[in-house]
């Protein structure tokens, strides 16, 4: 008997005050941080030049901070953001310690709330609190995020898994 993919949540299965352990993890590699400094142009020589970075207060290369960002979002998706229409926002984006090449990261996700949308009703809008941490489980980024989610039964059909 076929058993149907995970197909990610819609807007009424999301509850106020619900946390997600996000399951997946992610060693950052110095192939990581350089692709994604070079193909956004950040030019600060502290994310890709290892004795530029030996000078500095970390003494190592600094993995950039949008990566950072972006990596955590995607440790997010399958539980928060399968079925979003959109994004709405990022906002209090706090960067409290440094990312290192060789770190891994995990994150949780907290929603803040949620509302129909008056515009659209096909979906609802969620706001969540997203926190990644490293091995130590240090803090390294939260932010709030708000996004629109599919009503279930709207929106595309994924493909078969």
Known sequence: MEKPGWRGRFFEDFETGD??????????????????????????????????????????????????????????????????????????????????????????STILGKRESKSRPSVGIVEAETVGENQRNERVISYRRTFMVFRRGFGPTAAPA
């Open 19 to 108: 946390l997600y352990r996000h399951r997946l993890a992610r060693t950052v590699t110095e192939s990581d941080n350089t692709l994604f400094t070079m193909l956004t142009l950040n030019t600060n020589p502290i994310h890709f030049d290892a004795e530029y970075a030996k000078a500095t207060e970390f003494g190592q290369i600094l993995v950039n901070s949008c990566y950072t960002l972006s990596l955590v979002v995607g440790l997010s998706v399958s539980d928060l953001s399968e079925n979003v229409m959109a994004n709405l926002g990022w906002n209090d984006i706090v960067l409290p310690n440094p990312v290192f090449v060789g770190d891994t990261i995990r994150a949780h």
